[in-house]
């Protein structure tokens, strides 16, 4: 029921939003360079909770609630890109920090940091538009069960994320100390996470698609 080709769509899509620098990664890079690659991994169980949340949630309806209010949809999708330009400004600006910059921070518990993880996925504008906006695009209607199509998609999605966020939790300290050791790397490094940010930020605001009632 779910073609090869939406499972594709889905993991192409999934693999350039959670390569964009964005919260979850730099939440989750700053407490595996401040506190250890545990901290990372557990805040990452955060996330991963987070985005449950949000496939339920998308899942069960709010694609219609968007569909349903084209002007609540528009104004999350322009919050979202307004946030992601914001982001791109804080990466280029002068004086400006590296996603894998070391930050010094007070070691936290791991119900915190899961915590953390959790909260900062539900506030974070690209999980909101993946589910209540990208994903519901690969749904076939034709085709039916729908719900099963909805979590089947989502789970690609946290696979996705899941594999490449465990990965940069485990290589962050090594990253940071290769571009602490190397400035002009580090430079360039923030100048193109900040060019990215901000054509996706163009694309977002610009983009004319709307929710897909699955």
């Given at each position: ?80 890109a307004g ?17 894998f910059a ?17 909260v900062t ?94």
């Amino acid at each position: 029921m779910v073609t090869f080709g939406a499972i594709l769509g889905v993991t192409l899509v999934a693999l350039g939003m959670v390569l964009t620098p964005g919260p979850n990664m730099m939440y989750l890079v700053s407490r595996s360079i401040s506190q250890g690659r545990r901290a990372g991994l557990v805040s990452l169980g955060g996330v991963a909770v987070g985005f449950l949340v949000y496939l339920t949630l998308a899942t069960l309806g709010l694609s219609v609630v968007f569909a349903t209010v084209p002007g609540l949809y528009v104004a999350v999708k322009l919050a979202g890109a307004g946030y992601l330009a914001y982001l791109a400004w804080q990466a280029v600006r002068p004086g400006g920090t590296s996603v894998f910059a070391a930050v010094e921070l007070p070691p936290d518990s791991n119900r915190k940091l899961f915590t953390m993880g959790l909260v900062t996925n539900l506030l974070n504008p690209k999980a909101a538009i993946m589910y209540a906006s990208l994903i519901p695009q690969f749904v076939d209607v034709r085709a039916g069960h729908l719900l099963v199509q909805g979590f089947v998609l989502g789970g690609v999605q946290i696979a996705v994320s899941m594999l490449v966020n465990t990965a940069i939790v485990l290589a962050a300290g090594t990253i940071a100390v290769f571009l602490a050791k190397r400035p002009a790397w580090l430079r360039i490094q923030r100048y193109v996470t900040g060019t990215l940010l901000g054509m996706i930020a163009v694309k977002l605001a610009t983009d004319k698609a709307r929710p897909v009632v699955v």
